[in-house]
């Protein structure tokens, strides 16, 4: 079943991108944006968004399509930076991107009180929702935003419904498959009318993504940690510009609190930790058998050679791999954590250099409070891997709202990789000069989850995927020594 809907999916996309090159671009090439175009023809997900949207059938997409190409290429969209916008209007904070709800969907926050009604500056309105959602579209590729009307200490005045129908629009046609749903806070009585007319332009179908809440029910959607206090929340965030939203990262990063920096004594004891651990879990038999294994000096068959090269191939290429131009990243999008049940929450991060120079990174997260990163500001030479233990902080709960980024940029040969160089470089590296990738955190709720955690039966590689191997293996190599080194102690007081 699964995959004739693979199959399906494909053909729908490839018949889709056939005609609308043949029926659209030949005659309105002058129409869109030729960098659209182009996407258009490498970007499966982009199309399948608009077929989702106008559920399967060509005909209606094509429409979509056409509509939304031409509206990007009027408004620009390509192009909107920062220098697009009036400054003042970022400077007000009338609409910008903040915390998540409690699905884990990015908070896009529409300050309606901050607006007032005026022809002259629409446009440039429009140009912002349309920097945000574009800058917010490429970042996560698909990830639904949760829009949160605020309209609270809302007058007359700022009632635009020339506004809210481009919103609307924007997801209706621009941005389809984004919308998770429209939170509508603290709607005056005054508004009910024109929300009435809201829900005809949303149809029927979306009509069931809205929901209105008050401060008494608010917290149905969002938690308190991302709700500010006229809404009943403890969020202290206060929006400012100069510079942009970071995306919730916090600073300092993960050398204070909780995260910290990489500390030889306490990964010893982590890793002594976790082979006691495995070594009382396991039989005699089985110590044998895995010292066998792991034993690099210990002669080995041809049959035991053949079959250990087929394992290395099955783990040097993980399936889950972000492919960037100086890290490649391992896993691409979700961090994934045991829940509770299991009571191991460790997970794993690997980072493989792919240039001929240092690369320098660090990791910073939405909830420093929670995580220990290890390590979460070092270096990685040339060609090499570095493995970044992720754990939640003294039991603290995981949440499907936390993210967390990494940060990297190349470095000179000359330069030194100690604490004080690290800190030194990352003052004065160009921000057009840093990688950045921003991974999500997943709880596993079955009890077999389908990436590994750090004590998900290290040794067992039935049912796994290859980057289960892998990430498997990096675990044997690295416990290995510390292993041998346990059993001979366990023996010689025997």
């Given at each position: 079943?699964?995959?004739?809907?693979?199959?399906?999916?494909?053909?729908l996309?490839?018949?889709?991108?056939?005609?609308?090159?043949?029926?659209?671009?030949?005659?309105?090439?002058?129409?869109?944006?030729?960098?659209?175009?182009?996407?258009?023809?490498?970007?499966?997900?982009?199309?399948?968004s608009?077929?989702?949207?106008?559920?399967?059938?060509?005909?209606?997409?094509?429409?979509?399509?056409d509509?939304?190409?031409?509206?990007?290429?009027?408004?620009?969209?390509?192009d909107?930076?920062?220098?697009?916008?009036?400054?003042?209007?970022?400077?007000?904070?009338?609409?910008?991107?903040h915390?998540?709800?409690?699905?884990?969907?990015?908070?896009?926050?529409?300050?309606?009180?901050?607006?007032?009604?005026?022809?002259?500056?629409?446009?440039?309105?429009?140009?912002?929702?349309?920097?945000?959602?574009?800058?917010?579209?490429?970042?996560?590729?698909?990830?639904?935003?949760?829009?949160?009307?605020?309209?609270?200490?809302?007058?007359?005045?700022?009632?635009?419904?020339?506004?809210?129908?481009?919103?609307?629009?924007?997801?209706?046609?621009?941005?389809?498959?984004?919308l998770?749903?429209?939170?509508?806070?603290?709607?005056?009585?005054?508004?009910?009318?024109?929300?009435?007319?809201?829900?005809?332009?949303?149809?029927p179908?979306?009509?069931?993504?809205?929901?209105?809440?008050?401060?008494?029910?608010?917290?149905?959607?969002?938690?308190?940690?991302?709700?500010?206090?006229?809404?009943?929340?403890?969020?202290?965030?206060?929006?400012?510009?100069?510079?942009?939203?970071?995306?919730?990262?916090?600073?300092?990063?993960?050398?204070?609190?909780?995260?910290?920096?990489?500390?030889?004594?306490?990964?010893?004891?982590?890793?002594?930790s976790?082979?006691?651990?495995?070594?009382?879990?396991?039989?005699?038999?089985?110590q044998?058998?895995?010292?066998?294994?792991?034993?690099?000096?210990?002669?080995?068959?041809?049959?035991?050679?053949?079959?250990?090269?087929?394992?290395?191939?099955?783990?040097?290429?993980?399936?889950?791999?972000?492919?960037?131009?100086?890290?490649?990243?391992?896993?691409?999008?979700?961090?994934?954590?045991?829940?509770?049940?299991?009571?191991?929450?460790?997970?794993?991060?690997?980072?493989?250099?792919?240039?001929?120079?240092?690369?320098?990174?660090?990791?910073?997260?939405?909830?420093?409070?929670?995580?220990?990163?290890?390590?979460?500001?070092?270096?990685?030479?040339?060609?090499?891997?570095?493995?970044?233990?992720?754990?939640?902080?003294?039991?603290?709960?995981?949440?499907?709202?936390?993210?967390?980024?990494?940060?990297?940029?190349?470095?000179?040969?000359?330069?030194?990789?100690?604490?004080?160089?690290?800190?030194?470089?990352?003052?004065?590296?160009?921000?057009?000069?840093?990688?950045?990738?921003?991974?999500?955190?997943?709880?596993?709720?079955?009890?077999?989850?389908?990436?590994?955690?750090?004590?998900?039966?290290?040794?067992?590689?039935?049912?796994?995927?290859?980057?289960?191997?892998?990430?498997?293996?990096?675990?044997?190599?690295?416990?290995?020594?510390?292993?041998?080194?346990?059993?001979?102690?366990?023996?010689?007081?025997?």
């Amino acid at each position: 079943m699964a995959e004739h809907h693979a199959q399906n999916k494909a053909r729908l996309i490839s018949e889709t991108r056939r005609r609308f090159e043949a029926e659209y671009v030949t005659d309105k090439s002058d129409k869109y944006d030729p960098r659209d175009v182009e996407r258009l023809q490498q970007d499966d997900n982009w199309i399948e968004s608009y077929l989702y949207w106008r559920h399967n059938v060509i005909d209606e997409t094509l429409k979509m399509l056409d509509e939304s190409f031409q509206w990007r290429k009027e408004m620009t969209v390509n192009d909107l930076t920062e220098s697009s916008i009036p400054r003042w209007l970022l400077e007000i904070g009338g609409i910008y991107l903040h915390g998540y709800d409690k699905e884990g969907n990015k908070l896009f926050w529409i300050r309606v009180k901050y607006h007032v009604k005026d022809h002259k500056t629409m446009l440039d309105k429009k140009k912002l929702i349309a920097f945000w959602l574009e800058r917010y579209a490429r970042r996560e590729n698909g990830k639904p935003v949760t829009v949160m009307f605020d309209l609270s200490e809302t007058g007359i005045n700022s009632i635009d419904m020339e506004f809210v129908r481009f919103i609307i629009n924007c997801f209706k046609v621009y941005y389809p498959k984004y919308l998770s749903k429209m939170v509508i806070f603290d709607m005056p009585w005054i508004m009910n009318a024109a929300f009435k007319i809201v829900k005809t332009w949303l149809g029927p179908e979306a009509v069931s993504l809205l929901k209105f809440a008050s401060k008494s029910d608010i917290q149905d959607y969002v938690s308190v940690e991302y709700l500010p206090p006229h809404m009943g929340g403890t969020d202290p965030f206060k929006y400012s510009y100069p510079p942009l939203v970071d995306d919730d990262f916090q600073t300092p990063l993960c050398e204070n609190g909780p995260i910290a920096s990489e500390d030889e004594a306490s990964s010893k004891e982590d890793i002594e930790s976790d082979g006691k651990e495995i070594l009382e879990a396991i039989s005699n038999e089985e110590q044998t058998a895995l010292l066998k294994k792991i034993n690099l000096t210990e002669p080995t068959s041809k049959a035991e050679e053949h079959e250990k090269d087929s394992k290395m191939k099955a783990f040097k290429k993980p399936l889950s791999v972000f492919k960037g131009p100086l890290l490649h990243i391992s896993p691409a999008e979700e961090l994934y954590f045991g829940n509770t049940e299991s009571g191991e929450k460790k997970t794993l991060i690997v980072l493989t250099n792919v240039t001929k120079n240092i690369v320098a990174f660090k990791v910073r997260t939405t909830a420093p409070e929670k995580y220990r990163v290890k390590p979460s500001n070092s270096s990685c030479d040339p060609g090499a891997s570095v493995d970044i233990v992720v754990s939640p902080h003294g039991g603290l709960t995981v949440s499907a709202q936390d993210r967390f980024l990494i940060m990297a940029a190349e470095m000179e040969q000359s330069s030194g990789t100690g604490p004080a160089e690290l800190t030194q470089f990352w003052k004065e590296v160009p921000r057009n000069k840093v990688m950045e990738h921003r991974l999500r955190c997943h709880i596993v709720e079955s009890s077999k989850p389908t990436t590994l955690t750090l004590k998900d039966n290290a040794f067992n590689i039935s049912d796994k995927t290859s980057a289960d191997i892998y990430l498997q293996e990096r675990i044997k190599i690295t416990l290995g020594s510390e292993l041998i080194r346990l059993v001979n102690l366990k023996n010689c007081r025997s």
